[in-house]
């Protein structure tokens, strides 16, 4: 992936904007450019699971002035904008959380929305794809989406974290989640003790 070009940042509705919080502030310090597009429910998950209102507000949490370097903001409605072009050079796309329901309308091309648009042109010009989806149990609907986006080659990284590294509170539990996506957007990071054997 090239350090120059904006991973695409999408937050949609499904529980887990902890996740998408810390994953901004990590690509923030990383220096990484980011075209950020949140759903209406990615942002009232953002309201009613952090303290965070607005974009505005989310701005503020991951620091203003790293936000202005580095931050485009795009609205969810605008499938013209840059995002939607797959002339528009982009370093892959991560959809943290993403729904069932985005996850639905991906896996059939649907690009009813820029999300949806940016994620069937990640798809199409074969660059990498993370869908971080939380919801449990999963249907047979569910898992059939997956299937098929995972063979379409998106990564599936479910909101898992593990416990063999014995976290200590809540925030220990959502850095496992986040390193593993930095891991698959290839952004170096130390959040989480590496895994050497026991
Ligand atoms: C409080 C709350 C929690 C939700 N949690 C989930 C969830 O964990 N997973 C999910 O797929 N949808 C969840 N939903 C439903 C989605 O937000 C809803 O389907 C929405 O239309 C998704 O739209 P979007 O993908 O454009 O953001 C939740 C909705 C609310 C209000």
Redo the contacts with the bound molecule.
């Keep these: 992936m090239k350090n120059g070009a904006p991973i695409v940042f999408a937050i949609?509705?499904?529980?887990?904007a902890p996740y998408a919080v810390r994953l901004l502030e990590q690509l923030l310090v990383a220096e990484r450019k980011i075209s950020l597009i949140v759903?209406?429910?990615?942002l009232?998950?953002l309201s009613?699971?952090t303290d965070i209102k607005s974009i505005d507000a989310l701005r503020d949490r991951v620091g203003a002035n790293a936000w202005a370097k580095h931050v485009t903001v795009f609205a969810?409605d605008d499938r013209g904008a840059a995002p939607a072009s797959g002339s528009a050079k982009t370093a892959g796309m991560v959809v943290c959380?993403?729904?069932?329901?985005?996850?639905s309308?991906i896996s059939i091309g649907a690009s009813r929305?820029l999300?949806e648009r940016a994620a069937d042109v990640t798809l199409k010009e074969r660059r990498k794809l993370i869908l971080m989806?939380?919801?449990t149990p999963l249907s047979a609907i569910h898992l059939g989406n997956m299937l098929r986006l995972a063979r379409a080659g998106a990564v599936i990284l479910p909101a898992s974290p593990a416990f063999y590294n014995r976290p200590q509170k809540l925030e220990d539990a959502i850095d496992f989640v986040v390193a593993r996506i930095l891991d698959q957007l290839e952004v170096e990071n130390t959040l989480v003790k590496r895994w050497k054997g026991n």
């Design positions: 949609t509705g499904a529980s887990g759903s209406s429910y990615g009232r998950l009613t699971e969810n959380p993403c729904s069932m329901g985005t996850l309308a929305s999300i989806p939380r919801e």
